[in-house]
């Protein structure tokens, strides 16, 4: 018999260490619409099965009907397990004629008629309702306790707790593993995440896990959370073209292979057409890019691209474009890591990192999420250049925003200066590691072939 309790939902397993603990009582917690009855049937769906089946109880939260109505708009409700794998019995007239007693009593004869692998309370707090005062609950919720674990049974208490009641609620002592779902306000957008708050006699994914709902189920993006790796890994000798042959200049060489770029400067100073300098050069030398654009949607992007007179359907070149409004951080780097890895990239475009920090739910969070991704992409030789948009047009005071530039490899300053009343365009090489660089300030304008950098820019005094 196996040890672990899965979902059948590959990530959430992952998040709890390969499954919630089997014969044992765990608790699945969060206020009303945060998907705890999604997930709860789930597991039900999932784990039962004709010689174990699951059985789902309803308390006084909702009626059997509405779960089961409900239920049937997911995708994973299969009719032909109902009255086989899977069975829906209702503790609420129960629990209203015959209290507390009652519950028991219709959770011992269902155990021993059904001898299910899973079962599941929902809601187990509507309960409490029923206890005349806190001696009589934890009497009943060591009564039930003991009744559980005493045959092989795997039990789900759900519940419209919030994480203030963990540390005063008997239930949660009692429970083995408890997860936590919940909806937090960011600004105007509402996030999910959810958190293992206590998993006894095994190892999960510390920290918030945001997700989605949908008619599948649940759809969970893990933490993506770098360890750093023990020992070495090659980085390689090779330099790569920037796409500007000045440029390469400035940088000595060029850029190494696998190196994070960061390109940062006012609106309109240049750092998109930069970007795609990048990625249309490795295209040419036949490295695979892609375009993670939260900027210019692909029709804007096509526009562009046809008017500096590159390819714009180029079959090595994929983009991937999503809306800033409705955006996890989570989920676009899953999606993201996911089409490198189709795709074969050795390049990316990040246009940009002030947009992809409005969708993180706050700058630790961002600056966890972007430390990761740029060490996962250093150890696979994959390239990155990331643009950010400096609010000061004349020089920017700091790049120290969202600590993305220490973890940078290269920084590129893009700066206007005023010369003799014309306004024009200064580059700036910040910063190379492991490396040498142009410290001069050279000049660059923009036409229809992209970029031309010129002569060290003089600025009127």
């Known amino acids: 018999m196996s040890d672990t309790l899965r979902s059948g939902n590959e990530e959430l397993d992952a998040v709890l260490g390969g499954g919630l603990p089997a014969n044992a009582i765990s608790l699945i917690m969060g206020l009303p619409g945060t998907g705890k009855t999604i997930v709860a049937q789930q597991y039900a769906f999932h784990a039962g099965h004709p010689d174990r089946p699951a059985v789902y109880f309803s308390t006084l939260s909702e009626p059997l009907e509405k779960i089961v109505r409900f239920g049937q708009t ?16 209702d503790l609420g007239e129960t629990v209203s ?29 509507a309960l409490r309702t029923f206890a005349g005062d806190d001696a009589e609950f934890r ?31 008997p239930e949660f002592a009692v429970a083995d593993a408890i997860v936590d779902l919940a909806t937090v306000r960011s600004g105007e957008r509402e996030m999910r995440f959810l958190q293992v708050r206590k998993l006894r006699g095994g190892g999960f994914r510390s920290g918030r896990h945001a997700y989605r709902l949908s008619c599948e189920g649940l759809h969970l993006f893990p933490r993506l959370a770098d360890i750093p790796a023990a020992g070495e890994y090659p980085l390689g000798e090779q330099r790569i073209s920037s796409g500007l042959d000045a440029l390469d200049t400035m940088l000595a060489d060029g850029i190494w292979a696998g190196a994070s770029t960061l390109v940062a400067g006012p609106t309109g100073s240049g750092k998109t057409v930069m970007g795609l300098h990048f990625i249309f050069a490795g295209a040419r030398r036949g490295e695979p890019g892609v375009i993670a654009t939260l900027q210019e949607n692909p029709t804007q992007l096509q526009r562009m691209v046809h008017g500096l007179g590159w390819p714009a359907d180029d079959p090595a070149i994929e983009v991937m474009y999503r809306s800033p409004v409705d955006i996890y951080i989570d989920e676009w780097v899953y999606d993201l890591l996911r089409t490198v890895e189709r795709t074969g990239a050795r390049r990316i475009l990040l246009d940009s990192l002030m947009d992809l920090r409005t969708a993180g739910a706050d700058e630790a969070r961002f600056r966890e999420f972007m430390y990761s991704l740029a060490q996962r992409f250093s150890r696979q030789g994959v390239s990155l250049f990331m643009t950010y948009e400096a609010p000061e047009l004349f020089g920017a005071r700091t790049l120290s925003e969202f600590a993305v530039p220490h973890l940078s490899d290269n920084v590129i300053a893009l700066n206007y200066y005023k010369d003799h009343g ?12 492991a490396s040498r660089h142009e410290s001069a300030t050279r000049q660059y304008d923009i036409g229809r072939r992209g970029i031309t950098i010129s002569d060290i820019a003089q600025p009127e005094e």
């Open 139 to 169: 009497r009943f919720l060591h009564q039930l306790a003991g009744l559980l674990t005493a045959f092989p049974v795997a039990s789900l208490w759900i519940g419209e707790y919030d994480a203030s009641e963990i540390a005063l609620l």
């Open 74 to 89: 997911l995708d994973f409700f299969a009719v032909s397990a109902i009255g086989t794998s899977v069975f829906y019995e």
């Open 97 to 125: 004629a015959d209290g507390l007693a009652g519950v028991v009593e219709q959770v011992t004869a269902t155990l021993k008629q059904r001898r299910p692998g899973l079962v599941v309370i929902d809601s187990f707090k």
């Open 422 to 433: 014309s306004l024009k365009r200064a580059m700036s090489v910040i910063k190379t590691r």
